[in-house]
């Protein structure tokens, strides 16, 4: 008897895969993707336009060729040899510098404990809201109001020498609250210290009271609490303070020539007093040298904390 073999039984073919670039899901993305720009597409040509594009025409003026009362676009360094071999405009960046450092810690000095008392002490966020409008009443009037109000203050007629005049506690007037670094430093800490209490108070209006509780619980006083707790989670608000601070006093110009009666050069008063003689390639150096400060210090600023994340 002879036995036939029976064929092996073959699986049924798998169904085709299918094709990986008309995935539902990658359709889904590549929309999505093509919405996000061209939600950003405004924003970017807006940016293109009216900054980098101006930014890069500063750089290029400053190596435009400047005469006495004209410029040409005939390309030199002549601009740059001169502010960078003098050491007049270079002790203007030393001066801006300085005076950046001394306003941004008088601004915290006083900004942050006024931010902990709304932030922290009121916990009626109607009378949070007062107390900050309060705080910007002042923005209300003229700059330069805010700025030539304090000359009466500060002069040596002025209100407080006539007070410490009246109380015995001097002889004669005080001579440096006017005219000098001191009444420009006063100045700038006035008008910009809201733009300090205004960012820290938002974060810590944002801290949970529970955690505060809890730490009194297990007995850590305030010391602890703030260096631990308070101190840490209001780090993103002293940074973004830190900025807005920094943008404004480092481009300043009209208080210091309000109130230092010129003896205070900054580099913001170069670059106004190069435009007003048209030397527009001078200028246009002083300004990218400013510019490349202020990206710097913000640049070093937001390595402190990730914005993104905290905010």
């Known amino acids: 008897m002879i036995q036939t073999a029976t064929p092996a039984t073959v699986p049924p073919a798998a169904p085709p895969a299918p094709d990986a670039r008309h995935s539902p899901a990658l359709k889904r993305a590549q929309r999505d993707r093509r919405r996000a ?5 405004p924003g970017v040509l807006w940016m293109l336009l009216f900054m980098v594009l101006p930014l890069l025409m500063v750089v290029y003026v400053s190596f435009w060729t400047q005469t006495t009362f004209a410029v040409s676009p005939d390309l030199t360094t002549a601009s740059w040899e001169q502010f960078l071999g003098s050491s007049t405009y270079l002790s203007s960046i030393w001066t801006t510098l300085r005076i950046w450092v001394v306003v941004l810690a008088t601004t915290l000095l006083i900004g942050y404990p006024v931010a902990l008392f709304i932030g922290l002490m009121v916990r009626s966020k109607t009378l949070q809201t007062a ?6 009443i002042p923005f209300w009037t003229s700059f330069l109001i805010r700025v030539i109000a304090w000359r ?9 020498n006539t007070i410490l005049m009246n109380l015995g506690l001097i002889d004669a007037p005080l001579t440096f609250l006017l005219f000098s670094e001191f009444s420009v430093v006063v100045g700038m800490t ?9 960012p820290i108070t938002f974060m810590l209006a944002r801290i949970d009271p529970s ?31 830190a900025v807005f601070v920094s943008v404004m006093v480092l481009g ?19 670059i106004v007093s190069q435009v007003g003689s048209l030397k527009w390639a001078f200028a246009a150096v002083a300004g990218v040298v400013l510019t490349v400060i202020i990206s710097f210090i913000i640049g070093v600023l937001l390595r402190f904390v990730d914005l993104r994340k905290e905010v």
């Not at 107390?131 to 910007?136: I, Q």
């Open 152 to 160: 009466p203050m500060l002069g040596t007629e002025g209100a407080i």
């Open 37 to 41: 720009l061209l939600l950003l597409s």
């Open 252 to 270: 300043e110009f009209a208080t210091a020539a309000s109130l230092s009666g010129r003896k205070v050069n900054l580099l913001g008063n170069i």
């Open 131 to 136: 107390l900050l409008v309060l705080c910007v």
């Open 190 to 198: 006035q008008i910009y210290c809201v733009f300090m209490v205004g």
């Open 211 to 241: 955690i505060l509780e809890a730490a009194r619980d297990l007995g850590a006083g305030f010391g602890r609490i703030f260096w631990k707790i308070i101190l840490p989670l209001s780090l993103p608000g002293v940074v973004v303070g």
